[in-house]
């Protein structure tokens, strides 16, 4: 499974470890996804979704369903969780 947000989109990023001597390694950033169970009101339903703690925030705030419509329409997650 790819290192990917459902909610929000957010991947893996790359960058460099710098040493003290200036000498520039190849790293990852990888985000912070759990897997997690939330009930969905609309269908009387549990919806697994991999989410960040930024995707977390963005449900508590707007509501499951707002975040998946819109996570949906940005190309985030796929038809069938919808």
Do not use: Y
Not at 27 to 39: D, S
Not at 66 to 71: H, I, L, Q, S, Y
């Amino acid at each position: 499974m790819s290192r990917i947000c459902q909610i929000t989109g957010r991947r893996v990023a790359v960058g460099n470890n710098v040493s003290h001597s200036n000498k520039k390694t190849k790293r990852r950033f990888c985000p912070n996804l759990k897997v997690k169970r939330f009930w969905l009101e609309e269908e009387k339903r549990f919806v697994k979704l991999k989410v960040s703690a930024a995707g977390m925030r963005t449900i508590n705030k707007n509501g499951l369903k707002k975040a998946m419509d819109k996570a949906a329409s940005e190309g985030h997650i796929g038809k069938m969780l919808k």
